[in-house]
């Protein structure tokens, strides 16, 4: 997303919202993946030296739960605050501090359930599907 800064208003903010496609972002990790567009919302406001900017994210995903190996789908959501030195000139990009921001929220361990109960060790099975023998001892 691209804006000059010259047509944010010094008294006010200015919203402006942009559906992305995630593929020229490069947002994929062999566990993630963005199934669909983001929805953008980004609300730039100019003070005396600074311009700050408000991001809203949302869009869906495809995940791999990393206890039970299973691919499940959900919807991501982020909101995160940007602020850049002003310069009047300049035209400000921020679609590289958008996706650096979009890959530090990614969880560590994305789950497809809080109570997943993960693969048995020695078999294997998918423990949220069926019980094994190995799983009570």
């Known amino acids: 997303m691209k804006?000059?800064?010259a047509d944010i208003p010094e008294e006010e903010s200015l919203t402006l919202?942009?559906?992305?496609?995630?593929?020229?972002?490069?947002?994929?990790?062999?566990?993630?993946?963005?199934?669909?567009p983001l929805e953008l919302t980004a609300s730039f406001q100019r003070t005396d030296d600074v311009v700050l900017v408000a991001v809203e994210l949302s869009g869906p995903t495809q995940r791999v739960c990393a206890?039970?190996?299973?691919p499940y789908s959900a919807d991501y959501s982020g909101r995160f605050h940007l602020d850049y030195q002003l310069n009047p000139?300049?035209?400000?990009d921020i679609t590289e501090d958008v996706r650096q921001e979009?890959?530090?929220?990614?969880?560590?361990?994305?789950?497809?359930?809080?109570?997943?109960?993960g693969l048995c060790p020695q078999c294997g099975a998918n423990l949220n599907e069926r019980s094994c023998s190995h799983a009570s001892s």
């Open 3 to 5: 804006i000059k800064v």
């Open 17 to 36: 919202q942009e559906s992305l496609r995630p593929e020229p972002l490069r947002l994929e990790t062999p566990v993630w993946k963005f199934s669909g």
């Open 67 to 70: 206890r039970c190996l299973e």
């Open 102 to 117: 979009i890959l530090l929220s990614y969880p560590v361990r994305p789950l497809c359930r809080d109570d997943c109960r």
């Open 89 to 92: 000139s300049m035209t400000l």
